[in-house]
């Protein structure tokens, strides 16, 4: 029997459940389908596809060493299943579960209901924590971490479905995907991120919990793995496993703080990925359909600023500045500069959502979209965090380094006034000139933001549906999740509360 194993994110051979079930079945035709409906979406950008493509090419050497073609067809999933079925005679498919954005969730059902009609088995199994069909959160966290201590699987030993052109790997130039300059973005394939997990263990993690809030010290300090992840050239459980093994290795100190920190993240992982899982709609609808009490705007002067970087708030434009030349920002400025979108500049976080989902080479849509209304104010259980971007520049470059590296206009001011260039009495030399006055005051705007979250949460009838989102999505008094549970819990103090 053939069997045709359908990759999506999850561009490996080792500890692949997919492929390793279709080892058992017979000879294998391993296929990924470039989606030009797929690719053209908003939040799909060539920075992404690039790193995808690398990863692809390493995948093809790797399956090339044990004697399998990686097959690569450019086309929608329907047609070109449809097609490689009838020519290789594939008796049945087999895949991981993704959980993807609305359009590959309606695609996953388009292919359903072709597969049944086909009369093709289409088979699909856990590649991570997440649980489909899950009725609720209990016992969730028990089921995620049993997952995680399973057996890694090897990389099969594998007979190929002979006969088949592999295909070449379209550029993103031949997908018609825009331009996107990103000179520093991290490049992909699963032997690049074998060496980022190694050296995270072994030498760049030490400082983990204390360097990742700022985007200075997390560049390095981070485990950087987020687009290996995302895009499945490592797995969870392998770095979830490796890292417990250096766990027991250095159990105490910095690093034991460290390690423990950097596990807590990777169960968040799958924790908000759960969240898109159970609802695919948080892509486009408020979490809580009463959580503000005025439509956000879509002032495109603001929308052009912020994506620019030039909204005149000194540290909030490095940080976005920083993202489209790399496709990556440390966690905490991720939060910010999406805080900072939605409450001072009243934006649409959905579409300022998709800016950051095509800047981001590491998109899962998963953690993304329950992120972004997290940091908006829109889920109704999440105490509203309204960063101040002044505050987080004093805060996370005191010195101001990586600011003046990302605002070389900035250079005559001062170091006192750097963050905030409009106190600088000198500051008529280059405020309107070389760089934009604050397009907002940021004290009047969080103000109005304040009381606009507020005024929606002491409205009658927000608490039951608060409640009901709780009850859905919120976590079980697990000390990981300190930041997504119950508001009428109190949060312990721990790696993931943000103060501000």
């Given at each position: 029997?053939?069997?045709l194993?359908?990759?999506?994110r999850d561009?490996?051979a080792?500890d692949h459940?997919?492929?390793?079930?279709a080892?058992?079945l017979g000879?294998?035709?391993?296929?990924?389908?470039v989606?030009p409906s797929?690719w053209?979406?908003?939040?799909?950008?060539a920075r992404?596809?690039?790193f995808?493509?690398?990863?692809?090419?390493?995948?093809?050497?790797?399956?090339?060493?044990?004697g399998?073609?990686?097959?690569?067809?450019?086309?929608?999933a329907?047609?070109?299943?449809?097609?490689?079925?009838?020519?290789?005679?594939?008796?049945?498919i087999?895949?991981?579960?993704?959980t993807?954005?609305?359009?590959t969730?309606a695609?996953?059902?388009?292919?359903a209901?072709?597969?049944?009609?086909?009369?093709?088995?289409?088979?699909?199994?856990?590649?991570?924590g997440?649980?489909r069909?899950?009725?609720?959160?209990?016992g969730?966290?028990?089921r995620?971490?049993g997952?995680?201590?399973?057996?890694?699987l090897p990389?099969?030993?594998?007979?190929?479905?002979?006969?088949?052109?592999?295909?070449?790997?379209p550029s993103?130039?031949?997908?018609?995907?825009?331009?996107?300059?990103?000179?520093h973005r991290?490049?992909g394939?699963?032997?690049?991120?074998l060496?980022l997990l190694?050296?995270f263990?072994?030498?760049?993690?030490?400082?983990y919990?204390?360097?990742?809030?700022?985007?200075?010290?997390?560049?390095?300090?981070?485990?950087r793995?987020?687009s290996h992840?995302?895009?499945?050239t490592?797995?969870?459980?392998?770095?979830?496993?490796a890292t417990?093994?250096r766990?027991?290795e250095?159990?105490?100190?910095?690093?034991?703080?460290?390690?423990?920190?950097?596990q807590s993240r990777?169960?968040?992982?799958?924790?908000?990925?759960q969240?898109?899982e159970?609802?695919?709609?948080?892509?486009?609808r408020?979490l809580?359909?009463?959580a503000?009490?005025r439509p956000r705007?879509?002032?495109?002067?603001r929308?052009t600023?912020?994506?620019?970087?030039?909204?005149g708030?000194p540290f909030l434009?490095?940080?976005?500045?920083y993202?489209r030349?790399?496709?990556?920002?440390?966690?905490?400025?991720?939060?910010?500069?999406?805080s900072v979108a939605?409450y001072?500049?009243?934006?649409?976080?959905?579409?300022t959502?998709?800016?950051?989902?095509?800047?981001?080479?590491?998109?899962?849509?998963g953690i993304?979209?329950p992120?972004?209304?997290?940091?908006?104010?829109?889920?109704g259980?999440?105490?509203?965090?309204?960063y101040?971007?002044?505050?987080q520049?004093?805060?996370?470059?005191?010195?101001g380094a990586f600011?003046?590296?990302?605002?070389?206009e900035?250079a005559p001011?001062p170091?006192?006034?750097?963050h905030?260039?409009w106190k600088?009495?000198e500051?008529?030399r280059?405020l309107?000139?070389?760089?934009?006055?604050?397009?907002v005051?940021i004290?009047?705007?969080?103000?109005?933001?304040?009381?606009?979250?507020?005024t929606?949460r002491?409205a009658?009838?927000?608490?039951p549906t608060?409640?009901?989102?709780?009850q859905?999505?919120?976590?079980?008094?697990?000390?990981r999740?300190?930041n997504?549970?119950?508001?009428?819990?109190?949060?312990?103090s721990a790696?993931?509360?943000?103060d501000?």
């Amino acid at each position: 029997m053939n069997v045709l194993v359908w990759l999506k994110r999850d561009l490996r051979a080792h500890d692949h459940p997919a492929l390793t079930l279709a080892a058992s079945l017979g000879p294998v035709l391993p296929v990924y389908i470039v989606e030009p409906s797929i690719w053209s979406l908003p939040d799909a950008s060539a920075r992404q596809w690039e790193f995808v493509s690398e990863s692809l090419a390493d995948l093809r050497e790797t399956l090339a060493g044990i004697g399998l073609p990686l097959v690569v067809r450019v086309g929608e999933a329907v047609e070109v299943l449809d097609r490689l079925c009838r020519q290789h005679h594939i008796a049945r498919i087999v895949s991981h579960e993704e959980t993807g954005n609305l359009a590959t969730y309606a695609r996953d059902r388009t292919v359903a209901t072709w597969a049944k009609g086909a009369g093709i088995p289409w088979t699909e199994l856990p590649q991570s924590g997440v649980t489909r069909r899950l009725p609720d959160r209990d016992g969730w966290a028990a089921r995620r971490d049993g997952f995680m201590a399973g057996a890694i699987l090897p990389t099969p030993a594998l007979r190929p479905v002979p006969g088949v052109e592999p295909g070449q790997i379209p550029s993103a130039r031949a997908l018609k995907l825009p331009a996107d300059p990103c000179p520093h973005r991290q490049l992909g394939g699963r032997t690049r991120g074998l060496d980022l997990l190694d050296s995270f263990l072994t030498r760049r993690g030490e400082p983990y919990r204390t360097a990742m809030s700022s985007p200075l010290t997390g560049e390095r300090a981070c485990s950087r793995l987020s687009s290996h992840l995302a895009w499945g050239t490592l797995s969870v459980r392998e770095v979830v496993q490796a890292t417990a093994a250096r766990q027991a290795e250095r159990p105490g100190g910095r690093w034991g703080g460290a390690l423990s920190s950097f596990q807590s993240r990777l169960a968040w992982r799958d924790h908000f990925i759960q969240k898109l899982e159970d609802q695919p709609s948080i892509e486009i609808r408020d979490l809580h359909p009463q959580a503000i009490t005025r439509p956000r705007e879509t002032d495109a002067a603001r929308l052009t600023a912020w994506t620019s970087g030039e909204t005149g708030l000194p540290f909030l434009d490095a940080c976005l500045r920083y993202l489209r030349a790399t496709g990556w920002l440390n966690f905490r400025m991720r939060a910010m500069v999406t805080s900072v979108a939605s409450y001072h500049l009243w934006l649409d976080w959905r579409v300022t959502g998709q800016h950051l989902a095509r800047m981001f080479t590491d998109y899962e849509p998963g953690i993304h979209w329950p992120q972004v209304q997290m940091q908006s104010g829109t889920t109704g259980i999440n105490i509203p965090r309204i960063y101040n971007p002044v505050k987080q520049g004093l805060d996370q470059d005191p010195t101001g380094a990586f600011t003046r590296r990302w605002l070389p206009e900035l250079a005559p001011v001062p170091d006192a006034f750097l963050h905030e260039p409009w106190k600088w009495p000198e500051a008529r030399r280059l405020l309107g000139q070389r760089y934009p006055e604050p397009i907002v005051d940021i004290a009047t705007a969080a103000r109005a933001a304040r009381d606009a979250i507020w005024t929606a949460r002491r409205a009658p009838g927000f608490a039951p549906t608060a409640a009901g989102i709780v009850q859905r999505h919120a976590s079980r008094a697990d000390a990981r999740f300190v930041n997504d549970r119950s508001p009428r819990r109190r949060a312990p103090s721990a790696q993931l509360t943000l103060d501000l």
